[in-house]
Nanobody, 127 residues
Framework: QVQLVESGGGLVQAGGSLRLSCAAS????????VGWFRQAPGKERESVSA????????YYADSVKGRFTISRDNAKNTVYLQMNNLKPEDTAVYYC????????????????????WGQGTQVTVSS
């Protein structure tokens, strides 16, 4: 079993930055690719970004390209999501998820690809 703990959420003004962390335990971290998803009130959960097992492959939703950066530190079993130039529409609960499958551009945004999910961290961006 894998345990995931997200942290780093909070309240920030528009234009500000936050860095989310997703810490994993329980299995060999390098066996898993990681995705970040978010769910705003009244909306379906959507993919934000994902990163391959090695970190060499990264994927972003169009809405966050150029503003968000995903990275991983396999020595710390942690994936990060650096979020810059935040907008009110980025307000959501952010979840990280792990998958043992090989990620590619055609599947990274698909929820059913992922095996394990964290509990989420709230990000609120005020205007």
């Amino acid at each position: 079993q894998v345990q995931l703990v997200e942290s780093g959420g909070g309240l920030v003004q528009a234009g500000g930055s936050l860095r989310l962390s997703c810490a994993a335990s329980g299995r060999t971290f390098t066996n898993y690719a990681v995705g970040w998803f978010r769910q705003a009130p009244g909306k379906e959960r959507e993919s934000v970004s994902a990163i391959s097992r090695s970190g060499s492959g990264t994927y972003y939703a169009d809405s966050v390209k150029g503003r968000f950066t995903i990275s991983r530190d396999n020595a710390k079993n942690t994936v990060y999501l650096q979020m810059n130039n935040l907008k009110p529409e980025d307000t959501a609960v952010y979840y990280c998820a792990l998958t043992s499958r090989l990620l590619h551009g055609g599947n990274y945004a698909t929820e059913r690809v992922y095996d394990y999910w964290g509990q989420g961290t709230q990000v609120t961006v005020s205007s």
